[in-house]
């Protein structure tokens, strides 16, 4: 069985701009959350998603945004770009909303300039 | 606030020998208490999860100990190998929100011959 896939696997971006991460879960898997981890801050929980819905979110601003298809692939967004977001953006996948198993993936390596 | 505390920051043992890291939670709602293996440019990997009904849990070379009342758990790596040098991260969440794991700051283990 496939494992969760992020793309891309590494990103470039100028502060002010906005960006758009994808994850694909492991199949059968219904819900996706998402993660930054940073030196500073280590691994962060930003939200969960799970039949499309939003399900858990972290404290994190509104320029960072989420959703889910039909499919329960997943993106996440996050617009007017700043300097501190630069991170690696991991997604989980678990087979159940508030499933205790979270598998990740590599996830995408976001650098703002 | 940080509600897992995880010690020591980072660890040196020889090979065969049995490292053990250590974490301390506040919150005493968290009932899901994963373990993860972090390898440089990988997302982080479980390795192994325990609840509060059980004190000690192990799968393969890894232990989970549990103490409620202190509420406190650690990870043991026995017979341990070069190719276990990796960040290991505790976590902790609370049923019906297990996505939403709390991290703690990360152990970087070395292992040497």
């Known amino acids: 069985k496939a494992g969760v896939t992020q793309t891309p696997r590494y990103l470039i971006k100028t502060r002010g701009q906005q960006v758009t991460l994808s994850c694909s879960p492991i199949s059968g898997h219904r819900s996706v959350s998402w993660y930054q981890q940073t030196p500073g801050q280590g691994l962060q929980f930003l939200f969960e998603?799970?039949?499309?819905?939003?399900?858990n979110k972290g404290n994190f601003p509104g320029r960072f945004s989420g959703r889910q298809f039909s499919n329960s692939r997943s993106e996440m967004n996050v617009s007017t770009l700043e300097l501190g977001d630069s991170a690696l953006y991991l997604c989980?996948?678990?087979?159940?909303?508030?499933?205790?198993?979270?598998?990740f993936g590599p996830g995408t390596r976001l650098t703002v300039t | 606030q940080q509600q897992v505390k995880q010690s020591p920051q980072s660890l040196i043992v020889q090979k065969g020998g049995i490292p053990i890291i250590n974490c301390a939670y506040e919150?005493?709602?968290?009932?899901?208490f994963p373990w993860y293996q972090q390898f440089p440019g990988k997302g982080p990997a479980l390795l192994i999860a325990?609840?509060?009904?059980?004190s000690e849990k192990k799968e393969g070379r890894f232990t989970i100990s549990f103490n409620k009342s202190a509420k406190q758990f650690s990870l043991h790596i026995m017979d341990s190998q070069p190719g276990d040098s990796a960040t290991y991260f505790c976590?902790?969440?609370?049923?019906?929100?297990?996505?939403?794991?709390?991290f703690g700051t990360g152990t970087r283990l070395q292992v040497t011959l």
């Open positions: 998603y799970f039949s499309e819905t939003q399900r």
């Open positions: 919150n005493t709602a968290f009932d899901y």
């Open positions: 325990i609840r509060p009904d059980v």
């Open positions: 989980a996948s678990s087979l159940f909303e508030g499933g205790g198993e979270q598998y």
């Open positions: 976590a902790a969440s609370k049923s019906g929100t297990a996505s939403k794991l709390t």
